[in-house]
C-alpha cells in the first residue's frame, strides 16, 4: 500500500513538472505573437517614409515667359513625385515656364520652355528660308554647320549685264534643315523606318540663326533675289571688313532735332524697326541705277524735260527697280 502511495505521489510530481515546463514554453512563445502584431505598424512606417520624394516647387508666383531666378523655388518633400519633376532648386533656375504657375505648385519640364528656342544666341532669330537640293549644297546640310548666304539678283532681259550675285550674310549658323534639327527632335523617334523616311525627303526649308539686325537683309534678298547657301568649315572664323563698305540707308530715319547732338548709328532691334528697301539692298545705297546721256544716246534714247519736251539738262536717266521688274525714268 505504501508503495503504490509512493507511486502515485512520484507520478503527481512528474505531472506537475511536465505542466511547468509546458507553462514554461507557453510563456516563451507568448512574446513573439506580440512581435507579429507590431512588425506589420514599423513597416508600414518606414515604407511612408520612403514613399516622400524631394520635388522643386515654386516658393511665390512665376510668370510666364520670365526666367526663374533661383530664390523663386523651394524643395519640398511630397508623398507623389510627378512626371517630370525636378528635384534639384539650380536645374530648374534660369528656365522659363510657358504658362503661369501659382505658389506651390510643382516644377516639371513640359511646363517649361523647351525645343529650338533655347538654341538661339541672344540678340539673334531664327529665320527659315526656302530651300531645295541646289541651295542646300546638294542636301549636305547638316544642324550645326556654318554657312555664308549668297544672292543672285537678275535684272530684265535686255541688261543681263545689270545682274549681280555677292555674298549677303557671313558666317551663319543653320538650326534646322528640312525634319533635321539641333535640338535633336528628329532622333526621338523610336523607329529607324521613319527616321530614314525623314532623311530621304527633300529639305524645303532652311533654319538660321541671324542677328536680328541682319533679318531685314535676308528676308528682302529672298523676296528680291534666289538665295545659295555655302557650307564652309566651322573653324573658319573670317569675315568681311564692315569697314570696307558703306552701311545701307534704312527705310525709318529717327527725327531730327534742333539743338540735339548727332545720333549714333542704329544698331539691334533699332536698326531692325528702321528697316531696309530692296532699292537699296539692289544698289547699295546709292539710290536709283543712273545711267549718263552718253549711254543712252548710245541705245538710241532721247532724255527729255517734263516741262518742255526738249533735251533733259541733266542728261540723266533713271532705272527704278522693283524687285524683279525694271522701270526707266527720263529727267
Not at 506580440?34 to 514613399?51: E, I, M, N, R, Y
Not at 510666364?64 to 531666378?69: E, F, H, Q, R
Not at 544698331?267 to 552718253?294: I, K, M, N, Y
Amino acid at each position: 500500500m505504501i508503495n503504490l502511495t509512493k507511486i502515485l505521489a512520484a507520478i503527481l510530481v512528474l505531472l506537475a513538472i511536465a505542466l511547468g515546463g509546458y507553462a514554461w514554453m507557453l510563456s516563451r512563445q507568448a512574446p513573439p505573437p506580440a512581435a507579429a502584431a507590431t512588425g506589420p505598424t514599423v513597416a508600414s512606417a518606414k515604407a511612408q517614409q520612403a514613399l516622400v520624394y524631394p520635388v522643386v516647387v515654386a516658393a511665390k508666383p512665376l510668370p510666364a515667359g520670365l526666367a526663374i531666378p533661383a530664390d523663386a523655388l523651394r524643395v519640398e518633400r511630397l508623398t507623389i513625385n510627378p512626371a517630370g519633376a525636378f528635384q534639384d532648386v539650380a536645374v530648374a533656375a534660369g528656365r522659363v515656364p510657358v504658362l503661369d504657375l501659382a505658389e506651390g505648385t510643382p516644377v516639371m519640364e513640359n511646363q517649361l520652355v523647351s525645343g529650338l528656342a533655347l538654341r538661339i544666341g541672344e540678340g539673334e532669330r531664327a529665320i527659315a528660308v526656302k530651300a531645295d537640293e541646289v541651295m542646300g549644297v546638294g542636301n549636305k546640310l547638316q544642324p550645326g554647320d556654318y554657312v555664308d548666304v549668297f544672292i543672285t539678283l537678275k535684272s530684265d532681259g535686255k541688261d543681263v549685264d545689270r545682274s549681280q550675285a555677292r555674298l549677303l550674310l557671313s558666317r551663319k549658323r543653320v538650326l534646322a534643315y528640312g525634319n533635321a534639327s539641333v535640338d535633336g527632335m528628329a532622333s526621338k523617334s523610336a523607329d529607324k523606318a521613319s527616321q530614314q523616311a525623314q532623311r530621304a525627303e527633300p529639305a524645303r526649308t532652311a533654319v538660321l540663326a541671324v542677328p536680328v539686325d541682319e533679318v531685314n537683309r535676308l528676308t528682302i534678298g529672298d523676296a528680291s533675289g534666289r538665295l545659295l547657301l555655302a557650307l564652309r568649315n566651322p573653324t573658319d572664323l573670317s569675315e568681311p571688313d564692315p569697314e570696307l563698305f558703306a552701311q545701307l540707308p534704312t527705310a525709318l530715319q529717327p527725327p531730327a532735332r534742333a539743338g540735339e547732338p548727332r545720333r549714333a548709328p542704329l544698331e539691334g532691334l533699332d536698326r531692325a524697326q528702321a528697316g531696309l528697301t530692296a532699292v537699296d539692298l539692289v544698289t547699295g545705297g546709292r539710290g536709283p541705277a543712273v545711267q549718263p546721256v552718253a549711254a543712252v544716246r548710245a541705245t538710241g534714247g532721247a532724255p527729255r524735260t517734263a516741262a518742255t519736251g526738249g533735251p533733259a539738262r541733266t542728261g540723266l536717266q533713271v532705272e527704278v527697280i522693283r524687285g524683279e521688274r525694271s522701270e526707266t525714268v527720263n529727267y
